[in-house]
């Protein structure tokens, strides 16, 4: 397996922005696919978004699409999300996933905290 490291949570008012990064090391040759989950308190862990590594197509959920944009930057094995219009409900400790050809589960990093305020 891959570790994994976020970075670039924090307190921000409502319609600010913020990036958050994922950094992969290890076996990072067979990443397959990296993305964002979050989970706010009380809740469960949610999908926000995902990006395949080998032709850097996108997917998001639909309650931040349009808000969100993530990338890739595959020779460096760091992913990131860009947060722009951000609401009090997207308050939530963001997780990054990555998921590698042939090994299951799936990893996932430690959390970082986005809290918006209103």
């Known amino acids: 397996q891959v570790q994994v490291v976020e970075s670039g949570g924090g307190l921000v008012q409502a319609g600010g922005s913020l990036r958050l990064s994922c950094a992969a090391s290890?076996?990072?040759?067979?990443?397959?696919?990296m993305g964002w989950f979050r989970q706010a308190p009380g809740k469960e862990r949610e999908f926000v978004a995902h990006?395949?590594?080998?032709?850097?197509?996108?997917y998001y959920a639909d309650s931040v699409k349009g808000r969100f944009t993530i990338s890739r930057d595959s020779a460096k094995n760091t992913m990131s999300l860009q947060m722009n219009g951000l609401k009090p409900e997207d308050t939530a400790v963001y997780y990054c996933?990555?998921?590698?050809?042939?090994?299951?589960?799936?990893?996932w990093g430690q959390g970082t905290q986005v809290t918006v305020s209103s």
């Open positions: 990006i395949n590594w080998s032709d850097g197509d996108t």
């Open positions: 290890g076996r990072t040759f067979s990443i397959n696919a």
């Open positions: 996933n990555v998921a590698q050809r042939g090994v299951t589960p799936n990893s």
